[in-house]
């Protein structure tokens, strides 16, 4: 066990993509804490779509011992958290673990948005901050533009914010040293009852339930008897141990550690981040505050590609929800694709990288519906419902009126692209709430309704700004709207997965859209295909994909069948992944990729 | 009854060798130097009786020498394999015996030598009916020297087709017509009218992969060139009866019904290929690819094939399928699903008429001119 003073917890804060990995990379080595022919880069990214999009998806946090110029030896824990929206609440979490945090900020882009929503995270959270001017290596960095700029927009003090390079290991050192002297180190009663924050828990195929732990009162040891305040559980601990970043066991762990224990837990679902571990004997008098549970945003139905293999979906997604309890599935039909899940996620690169699993690790080939978010219906005889597929939108004469989720969104972007982002979101329907400056940066903050950012909106503003704009969003509550569903004919048959709810000023433009990405999305067949958008029984857009002309071999000589079979094999096996809806098929990836506008 | 005698027995074999290698052609063709015609016809010998001894008792009812060119051969060679051929299998009656020639004037020199070897039907590599194009194609011969070498042809074998690849780079619709009844004006019975396909690992090929191929017809222009060339055939009185091969009826190229409906064939020479049927299992044969590399094996081992495989019912119905929608009579669906051994969705069968790509008479699915040009599709939609 060690001392509390010796003891430093931090996270790694900062935009998508400003270093934070690497930054984590630089302090492992440093240390010595990972051998150097084990180092490889965003080492801690260890999921294979991690690597892919090179981004961090999943907190992660690690052990390392740093003897310091004092003399001492520190244990550092520190936690690299993901950059991206959608997993905000990875974040938000790992803050109430720690006591300082590492805010990263890229020299040559500045604050951006995600920079933003989380430092203010850390200072809700009563965060000492060291700021980090990270890529001074790179010819357009400029560290004292950006000091200013991080005193200008976040209003903190930046005179001692450290120029580091992550990448060549330049300022490192003086980032371990400003660790020790500057971070506080977390306080704590040995001698009292048992008091643990339950951080995080995942499902490891050896080990079953792995639950991440920060002691703040008293000392936890192999065997103990424990107890779970909110959920009333008891469990034995079976092991314990530190991640260095392989599990290491050790014989306890005291005030101000972070560790992890296993104690026979069978399911994800059966533990509650936030929740306050103590001995089931000498329990401790009051419970942490916990956290505000996770809520998935957008809904989508998830379907084999061949409905015998529902079983084996059903397998997947039980075994997957024993590692990411955030994301929700409830068994759903389906007129054309029979049976599947509706589920939810905490935004679309979330069900993006849920769908891929599912996938990849299940060997499993799905059908995505249209996602969509959660309507309220207010019915006419005073019920709410929620609804999260717009297939099971009732007769309107029942419906009083609908309301939509809004939400606040934070963009900034450099003022040559203002006007460009303004227009993205005016046609978003968004209603402006702010507009500030900072050098020659803006920050404009907007209300707008949730289904029209979730799908490609972060695309969409990419794009208009050359990758420029940041953004960053939370939900504020729902509002009421003239909303529709429009639904999507394809050879004159409805088909339920691609049906969507649309503002009634929109839904032109919508339909239209979508009927023109269908006929690129659609394969040819050898008849030709209306595509239609409807509302009610009323067509608004309408394009036919012609049939296909000519696909024939023309000379099959010598009878060699064989490359001609392989070749046939393969587009039919190709076709086994589109589903038919009547005589139409249709590529899996259709569903997601026709809601996404070009506009 | 064994599944192959609906389509009888052939025998192919294969010439690997070219004067010069045309830039379109991925056939197993190559340019050497020198070629020592003994040690390739006892390689061929030594093949013929291996594969005879298998299939004692046989009644042949085509042989093909195809290439590459078999009109380099030596005539003693074509006579030596084929007094062996006589030797070692019965022949039918009508039995079709065709070599492939290409028409250059040093090949026509030896026609009458090949038809005194046994050969009865010239298969005539001619390709286009004007110089610009033939040029364009990498061929050795004029458009004359075609006409002279197919007016020897004609002399001395009473069955002489030939070959023409259109869709090529440039061709308009009207010029392809114009050559077109230039070519029914010369046509006997028979003629093969090929697409132009860009095949990869050519020298077309390497080219289209960069851009650098330009004018070749897009899909629309290519399928009306086919759907007019089916018009135009079958009003001169030669109907597609498989997608680029054009008789009067009765004068089909009996080797290639023996492929489409899927027949025994035995494949001897580098890179050719066979179904052969023994004991009730069919199997395909394969053989090495490389001239030298077949030579060694034939030399060393007494055998030219690879390691044998025996095709599972259900690989046999996809090539049979494959094989007959091909041609205009279509697919017998009872032996079809006799090989597949389960029925073929009748629903998915009355759509596919509906839409005008099939017809369906006393038990055949025959694709129509519409369904021949999308045959691909409608093969995979009829797959299982
Ligand atoms: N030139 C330069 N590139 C860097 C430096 N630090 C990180 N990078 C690069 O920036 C990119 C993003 O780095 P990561 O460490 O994955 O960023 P992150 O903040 O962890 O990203 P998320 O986890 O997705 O939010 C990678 O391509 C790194 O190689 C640096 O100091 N200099
Ligand atoms: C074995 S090949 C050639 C026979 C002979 N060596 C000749 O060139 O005349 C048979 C026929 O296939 C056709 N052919 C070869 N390659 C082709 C291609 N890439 N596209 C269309 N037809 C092709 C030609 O018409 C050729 O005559
Ligand atoms: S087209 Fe004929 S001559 Fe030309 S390379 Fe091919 S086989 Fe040889
Ligand atoms: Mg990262």
Known sequence: ?????????????????????????????????????????????????ERERGITIKANTVRIEYPAKDGQTYVLNLIDTPGHVDFAYEVSRSMQAVEGSLLVVDASQGVEAQTLANVYQAIDAGHEIVPVLNKIDLPAADPEAVKANIEDVIGIDASDAIPISAKSGLGIPEVLEAIVKRLPAPKGDRNAPLKAMLVDSWYDPYLGVVVMIRVMDGVIKKGDRIKMIQTGALYGVDKLSVLKPQ????????????????????????????????????????ALPGFKPAQPVVFCGLFPVDANDFEDLRDAIEKLQLNDASFSSEMETSAALGFGFRCG????????????????????????????????????DGEVRDLHNPADMPDLTYVDHIEEPRIKATIMVPDDYLGDVLKLCQDRRGI???????????????????????????????????????????????????????????????????????????????????????????????????????????????????????????????????????????????????????????????????????? | MDDWRHGGFGLYLHWPFCAAKCPYCDFNSHVAAEIDQSRWNRAYLSEIERLGAETKGRVLNSIFFGGGTPSLMAPELVQAILDKVRATWTLANDVEITLEANPTSIESGRFRAYSEAGVNRISMGMQALNDADLKRLGRMHSAAEGRAAFDIARKHFDRVSFDLIYARQDQSLNAWKAELHEALAMAVDHFSLYQLTIEDGTAFGLRHAAGKLHGLPDD?????????????????????????????????????????????????????????????????????????????AVEAAGNGELPREALPLSEQATEYLLFSLRLSEGMDLARYEALSGQPVDRAKLRHLEEIGMITLEQGRICPTDAGRAVLNALIVELMP
């Not at chain 1, 690129?520 to 002309?549: C, N, W």
């Open chain 2, 220 to 296: 629309a222009l290519a399928s009306d060139m086919y759907l007019i060339t089916q018009d135009i055939c079958s009003s001169h009185g030669l109907p597609a009866y498989e997608i680029s091969n054009h008789a009067r009826p009765g004068a089909e190229s009996r080797h290639n019904l023996v492929y489409w409906r899927y027949g025994d064939y035995l494949g001897i020479g580098p890179g050719a290929h066979g179904r052969l049927t023994l004991d009730g299992t069919r199997h395909a044969t394969d053989t090495p690819r490389a001239p030298e590399a077949w030579l060694r």
């Open chain 1, 1 to 49: 066990m060690t001392e509390l003073d010796h003891i430093r917890n931090f996270s790694i804060v900062a935009h998508i993509d400003h270093g934070k990995s690497t930054l984590a990379d630089r302090l492992i080595q440093l240390t010595g804490t990972v051998a150097e022919r084990d180092m490889k880069a965003q080492l801690l990214d260890s999921m294979d779509i």
């Open chain 1, 345 to 380: 996620f905490l935004g679309l690169l979330h069900l993006e990288v849920i769908r891929d699993r599912l996938e990849r690790e299940y060997d499993l080939d799905l059908i995505t519906t249209a996602p969509s978010v959660v309507f309220k219906l207010h019915m006419k």
């Open chain 1, 247 to 286: 599990m290491v066991d050790i014989a306890e762990l005291g005030p101000g550690e972070i560790g992890v224990l296993t104690a026979s837990i069978k399911q994800v679902r059966d533990t509650r981040v936030g929740d306050t571990i103590t001995h089931e004997k000498k329990p401790c008098d009051k």
């Open chain 1, 432 to 599: 402006q709430m702010d507009l500030t400056y900072a050098g020659s940066r803006a920050m404009v903050v907007y209300d707008l309704p949730l289904a029209e950012v979730v799908f490609d909106f972060y695309d969409r503003l990419k794009s208009v700004t050359k990758g420029y704009a940041s953004f960053d969003y939370q939900i504020t509550g729902y509002r009421e709207d003239h909303l529709v569903k429009m639904s999507i004919l394809v050879n004159d048959e409805p088909v339920d997965a691609l049906s969507i709810m649309v503002h009634r000023d929109r839904a032109e433009s919508r339909g239209r859209a979508m009927v023109e990405k269908l006929k690129d999305l659609i394969p040819r067949h050898m008849f030709k295909i209306p595509i239609q958008a409807a509302i009610g029984g009323r067509v608004i857009a309408r394009e036919t994909l012609s049939a296909m002309r000519k696909d024939v071999t023309a000379k099959c000589y010598g009878g060699d069948a064989t490359r001609k079979k392989k070749l046939l094999e393969k587009q039919k096996a190709g076709k086994k992944k589109m589903r038919q809806f009547g005589k139409v098929e249709i590529p899996q990836s259709a569903f997601i990729a026709a809601l996404k506008m070009d506009d």
